[in-house]
Nanobody
């Protein structure tokens, strides 16, 4: 059973930084897609960033390009989200997600689409104040 646990959320002032972590257990993600999504109150869940853990290719939502960086540590089965120059509109619950490991390689075609992901963490709150 795959489980994801996020950490690193908290409260920060606008312009500040936070780093989120997500550790997966139950499967070793060496060549699959992992991603971060977020959902603000009253809004739909949106893609933040995604990474293929095999070759390290990264993808970002338009609203975070140039400010957020996704990375992975395959030895720790973890993915990280470095968030810089945070804005009040970044306030949301942030979720880590992974695809269902069907084989040795990723089958995700659109890494920023939430329908590609089968496993989700419980989320971590990020609050940015002005």
């Amino acid at each position: 059973q795959v489980q994801l646990v996020e950490s690193g959320g908290g409260s920060v002032q606008a312009g500040g930084s936070l780093t989120l972590s997500c550790v997966a257990s139950g499967y070793t993600y060496s060549n699959h897609a992992m991603a971060w999504f977020r959902q603000a109150p009253g809004k739909k869940r949106e893609a933040v960033a995604a990474i293929y853990t095999g070759d390290g290719r990264t993808f970002y939502g338009d609203s975070v390009k140039g400010r957020f960086t996704i990375s992975r540590d395959n030895a720790k089965n973890a993915v990280y989200l470095q968030m810089n120059n945070l804005k009040t509109e970044d306030t949301a619950v942030y979720y880590c997600a992974t695809e269902k490991p069907i084989g040795a390689f990723s089958v995700v075609a659109d890494p920023l689409s939430q329908v590609e992901y089968a496993y989700w963490g419980p989320g971590t709150q990020v609050t940015v104040s002005s």
